[in-house]
């Protein structure tokens, strides 16, 4: 027998502390089990920080869906609580003629997914937004954002905190069991929550195979080098997206340092080291859009891994949001390969995990 407690979420990234803070606003008592020392230390701190507007998600996937309306909630949430962040907008360029249609897809999904107008801009428009941009044409996204991500995750610490809850940390759950009861099963203790959220990210899929599932883990490394000196872009540039990620682009930090990345690097492991052997391509991809790059200038940054549910070669998977009727065991709700627009839509899927356990929380 275990011990008995109310909520239990394993791992406080971004989405596990936002679905933490939304029981505990529910008037919940909620026990969040961190792996590690501290919150946010995997793909929550590892990221572009930026707020999505929704452009490139299929049309009634969850991503576009969680997406558009997580950005609502997190403006709104970052002007509550005082959490550093600027909708600084975004221009997605085009370097040939060949990817005007791209552009104009992008326009028309923006439209589908609720996101508004991606007004068109010519060369001349772009360079006027972005002098050191070099472009055949672009598309403007009036509502993207940058945001202080770790600002961001303390306001919901704080107020999961402020409402009677608490961050587990240095506890590392081992197992999941689901009969007779649900139970968190830790080192040196075992849980049995009337209900449980796995938001364990990178290793969210070990425990939904657990619970019977049939998913493995797949991981896309990102490297990130920052611009040293003034930054010569005033807002946000992506190229067209890639395979695997949106490609590498500039965005800028809440002092409008510039920062490049991520590329896409498929490996087999968790391993956050940064590896400079990839430089030329990055540097090669950087001056397709911006060819005055000095690349004495370019300084190793950080790595982000993204949880994928499938494999290099295989379309993009949506998020995986499995309720009790999904999983089979009352109670239980799953959040599976949460990779971006993960940040911007954490209070979005907070949202649904309430709705999913809605008839149980009553």
Request: glycine share 10%; aromatic share 8%; proline share 4%.
């Amino acid at each position: 027998m275990g011990e008995r407690c109310e909520c239990v979420v394993i791992g406080a990234g971004v989405v596990g502390l936002a679905v933490a803070r939304a029981l505990a606003r529910e008037g919940r008592e909620v026990i969040v089990l961190e792996r590690h020392d501290s919150i946010g230390t995997e793909t929550s701190s590892r990221n572009s920080e930026v707020i999505h507007a929704g452009i490139y998600y299929p049309t009634g996937s969850l991503k576009a869906e969680m997406c558009v309306k997580g950005k609502k909630l997190l403006y709104k949430h970052c002007k509550e609580y005082n959490v550093p962040h600027e909708n600084i907008g975004k221009v997605i360029v085009a370097t040939s003629e060949e990817q005007f249609d791209v552009l104009r897809n992008y326009q028309k999904q923006a439209q589908i997914n609720g996101v508004g107008e991606l007004d068109w801009l010519d060369k001349e428009q772009v360079q006027a937004l972005e002098p050191s941009v070099n472009c055949l044409a672009g598309v403007w996204s009036s509502t993207t954002g940058i945001i202080d991500s770790h600002a961001f995750m303390l306001s919901l610490q704080g107020d999961l905190e402020t409402h009677g809850s608490m961050i587990a940390f240095n506890t590392n759950v081992k197992q999941l069991v689901f009969e007779p009861t649900l139970q968190a099963v830790c080192e040196d203790m075992v849980l049995e929550p009337e209900f449980l959220v796995n938001s364990a990210g990178l290793h969210a899929p070990e425990f939904a195979v657990q619970a019977g599932g049939d998913y493995r883990s797949y991981y896309a490394k990102g490297h990130y080098y920052t611009l040293s000196g003034k930054s010569p872009f005033n807002h946000l540039v992506y190229p067209i997206a890639e395979a695997g990620g949106l490609g590498v682009h500039v965005t800028l930090d809440m002092a409008h340092q510039a920062r490049f990345g991520p590329d896409v690097v498929w490996t087999n492991e968790i391993d956050y080291d940064f590896e400079e052997d990839q430089f030329e391509a990055f540097a090669t991809a950087i001056r397709s859009y911006y060819p005055d790059l000095d690349e004495s200038k370019l300084q190793p940054g950080y790595t982000g891994i993204r949880p994928k549910l499938v494999p290099q070669g295989e379309p993009a998977n949506d998020f995986v949001i499995n309720g009790p009727q999904e999983t089979g065991h009352a109670g239980y709700v799953e959040l599976l390969g949460i990779e971006s627009p993960g940040l911007t839509a954490s209070l979005a899927i907070a949202e649904r995990v309430i709705e999913l356990l809605g008839q149980c929380l009553c």
